[in-house]
């Protein structure tokens, strides 16, 4: 049997029509296109951390439910004791736990553009995906059209990302309430940019059963611990605890996370910084001739240049040594769009500096 014929055989058409999820090799950039923290720890803090590792047991399996951290997870968002939290490997296996629960061709409904995640293991899932664009002229949910799509598909699970991705901007309240109450299944709100953005979902668990609150530890700046989790109703957490896999959060992710968000007064001092950069750059942008740069409450920044000049501008700013994400190829509303992570001072100036020349290059 051929190669091709073994795989025709074997995985399923949905797995066959995909693309796999590709990260660009950032060695040697500025690295400013995958909204990570780009301060490390004090060394102090590192010093302290290490120890810890010490008495770390690589011999026995980690602690199942993760007991230490999640009761330092639930302290540091203020979580009711009546709600449970699922700890997974990043966001994604979150995701991925919430779709495979789900009958089979159930309806899975979010925003457009949103974070690639639902719609990519939707589709391997074979569910039925159905993304509703959101406004063109400041990326709103067009509440009339979710509420028409929610009646139409009945969705059993609704996504919505609070900051979204990739457009940076907070939805309005009042529409999210709406979609909320409307919803026939589940609502995630997916919050993974909630340190920058002073704002959450988190008090609306008294209010909603169906709601369930989703967060990540990545773009605090411990994205290379990969943990994620959800937080909600108890009868909901139980059944997803029933897919979950043993021993997903391994010890040192464990270990490594608890100490860090115990120690989490440098994170918030880091934050403030990326802020405070985030409206440096945006000051920067707004005063580019051809470039739209829109407003922002996560750690990124999405910004439309000339026509058709995106990848070209792209590759010309990595050319130059730095490395941000090319949203043109995504369609709709990304077209002529590119979207850079707030840096250092030093990498933003860089990024803004090779911005600006590739701008007088494509006028030469």
Not at 61 to 66: F, G, L, R, S, T
Not at 157 to 173: D, E, H, K, V
Not at 322 to 328: A, D, F, G, H, P
């Amino acid at each position: 049997m051929s190669n091709s014929a073994l795989i025709s055989k074997v995985f399923r058409k949905e797995v066959l029509a995909m693309a796999a999820y590709k990260v660009a090799n950032a060695r040697g950039f500025i690295k400013l296109d995958a909204m990570e923290n780009p301060y490390g720890w004090p060394e102090e803090i590192k010093s302290q951390w290490l120890d810890h590792l010490k008495d770390c047991q690589l011999n026995r399996y980690p602690d199942p439910q993760a007991s230490q951290l999640v009761k330092t997870i639930r302290a540091l968002d203020h979580l009711p004791e009546q709600f449970d939290i699922l700890l997974g490997n990043g966001s994604d296996e979150i995701i991925q736990l919430l779709l495979m629960a789900l009958p089979e061709g159930s309806s899975v409904l979010a925003p457009t553009p949103g974070f690639v995640m639902y719609k990519q293991i939707s589709d391997c899932l074979g569910l039925n995906y159905i993304g509703v664009p959101v406004l063109a002229d400041d990326f709103a949910l067009d509440l009339p059209t979710m509420l028409g799509a929610i009646e139409k598909h009945q969705p059993l699970l609704i996504f919505l990302a609070y900051p979204n991705n990739p457009t940076s901007n907070l939805f309005s309240t009042d529409a999210m309430k709406a979609i909320i109450k409307d919803a026939p299944g589940l609502v995630v709100v997916d919050e993974a940019y909630a340190p920058f953005a002073n704002a959450s979902f988190i008090d609306q668990l008294d209010n909603y059963d169906h709601l369930l609150i989703m967060r990540t530890v990545s773009k605090l700046g411990l994205a290379g611990v990969r943990l994620g989790y959800v937080m909600g109703q108890p009868a909901l957490i139980e059944q997803l605890n029933k897919i979950r896999l043993p021993y997903n959060i391994n010890s040192l992710t464990q270990i490594t996370a608890d100490f860090a968000l115990a120690h989490k007064t440098f994170f918030a001092h880091q934050t403030d910084i990326i802020c405070e950069q985030r409206t440096y750059v945006m000051n920067e942008l707004v005063k580019m001739d051809g470039i739209v740069a829109y407003p922002s409450a996560a750690n990124f920044i999405l910004f439309k240049v000339p026509d058709f000049k995106a990848t070209d501008i792209f590759l010309s700013i990595k050319q130059q040594g730095v490395l941000i994400k090319n949203m043109t190829g995504q369609g709709g509303l990304l077209v002529d769009c590119l979207r850079v992570t707030i840096g250092t001072p030093d990498e933003n100036k860089a990024f803004l500096a090779a911005l600006r020349k590739s701008l007088v290059d494509l006028t030469l």
